[in-house]
């Protein structure tokens, strides 16, 4: 058995507004500008705000579309998945410079006034796309998400080492940043408002959990599926998620997404095993159901009880980044948990 929990969460700004909320839009004003932003060791200027922004890396487009600025993306790249579900018409008339990494003239020609950029291995001090200082020679502001520098070494290159632990205050921090710049505060307080009470309701709903009763491991991808898999560590997304709902992780490294072998795995032996699913096919183990065909058919793999007890959990793989979608990791682990009896009566 596989637990797949598909939901349309953010229609209409994420649902209900906490009642909190309200003090945070009479609070909101427009921007002055010009606007000075701190961000990832650089200083951003804007004297307005920007007409026309690129995208690299879906979290930050899904964030620009929730904070009603689709008109404004002339580019996006880095895709996983499809588009949150009410942005797919907006979405299909936007041009895509590419699935994964966009070429630096690719992202200059669209004449950008930004350019957001989720992970500095695309746009930072060695960037797969570019540098910050290649776009600053075009005068284009580059905003980098605060989730993959604050508390983080890039510096050994791949998907970095976290030094602090991943927190969603990351992402508000991104949400709030990005509705400053472009002056729609109030919608990003409204968005974070929904966010927050989203998280706080699947805590909720699992609080029961005492510590140590349920444990988990966070399978993203393979290079190959006989090989040792990249596995979630404690201190990226998926560990945040597994914490914050009283779960422990049993991959201990504060690596982002280390490699485990599966018999280590398999003697920590986890109560869930939570697989990535996604649309990339870099690597065959992307595709979920390979995952989960290698899980029951493994001679080390299958004897694991999360397996015998059917106890795997598909997760967007968006959400096991430190993404906006991190919040659907949340809620779909929780209803998860509570599916399977493992939350106390």
Same mark, same amino acid.
């Given at each position: ?12 700004a ?14 909101a @004003? ?13 200083s ?27 008109d ?5 790249a880095l ?5 949150? $579900? ?10 895509r ?8 003239? &690719?992202?200059?020609?669209?004449k ?7 992970f500095?291995w695309?746009v ?17 502001p580059v ?6 520098c ?9 998907d970095?080492?976290r030094?602090?632990? /991943?927190? =969603?205050?990351?992402i508000?921090?991104?949400?709030a940043?990005?509705?400053?710049? /472009? ?6 307080a ?6 927050? &009470? ?6 909720? !709903? ?12 966070v ?9 040792d898999p990249y596995?979630?560590? !404690? @201190? ?16 201990t ?21 939570v697989?990535g ?12 159901e ?5 899980l ?5 793999t299958?004897?694991? !009880?999360a397996?015998k ?6 997760m ?6 430190p993404?906006i979608?991190?919040?659907?990791g949340?809620?779909?682990?929780a209803?998860?948990? $509570?599916t399977f009896? =493992?939350?106390?009566?």
């Amino acid at each position: 058995m596989v637990t797949l929990i598909k939901r349309n969460r953010f229609a209409l700004a994420v649902g209900v507004i906490a009642a909190g909320a309200i003090s945070c839009f009479s609070a909101a @004003h427009a921007a002055d500008y010009p606007l000075h932003i701190e961000n990832c060791g650089n200083s951003l200027t804007f004297d307005a705000a920007p007409n026309r922004v690129v995208s690299i890396g879906q979290s930050g487009t899904e964030i620009l579309y929730l904070l009603g600025l689709a008109d404004k993306v002339v580019g996006t790249a880095l895709w996983l998945g499809p588009v949150l $579900d009410e942005f797919s018409d907006v979405n299909a008339n936007i041009p895509r410079l590419a699935d994964n990494d966009p070429s630096f003239e &690719s992202v200059v020609a669209q004449k950008p006034q930004l350019v957001t950029t989720q992970f500095q291995w695309h746009v930072g001090p060695k960037g797969a796309v570019g540098t910050i200082a290649q776009f600053n020679e075009f005068s284009i502001p580059v905003y980098t998400s605060p989730a993959d520098c604050k508390g983080k070494d890039n510096s050994t290159g791949g998907d970095g080492t976290r030094l602090d632990r /991943f927190s =969603m205050d990351l992402i508000y921090q991104e949400i709030a940043d990005l509705a400053k710049i /472009f002056d729609v505060e109030a919608r990003g307080a409204e968005l974070i408002s929904g966010l927050k &009470s989203r998280e706080q309701a699947a805590r909720d !709903k699992v609080a029961a959990i005492a510590d140590g009763d349920v444990s988990a491991v966070v399978w993203f991808s393979s290079a190959e599926l006989d090989i040792d898999p990249y596995v979630a560590g !404690k @201190h990226g997304a998926p560990g945040y998620v597994l914490s914050i709902l009283g779960v422990d992780n049993v991959i201990t490294s504060t690596e982002e997404w280390p490699t485990v072998g599966w018999e280590t795995i398999a003697r920590a032996n986890p109560d869930i095993i939570v697989i990535g699913k996604m649309d990339r096919r870099r690597y065959p183990a992307d595709d979920w159901e390979l995952k989960l065909d290698f899980l029951k058919t493994d001679p080390v793999t299958r004897q694991m !009880k999360a397996v015998k007890q059917g106890h795997i959990v598909a997760m967007d793989a968006q959400a096991m980044n430190p993404t906006i979608r991190t919040i659907d990791g949340i809620e779909v682990l929780a209803d998860a948990i $509570d599916t399977f009896g =493992m939350v106390r009566q």
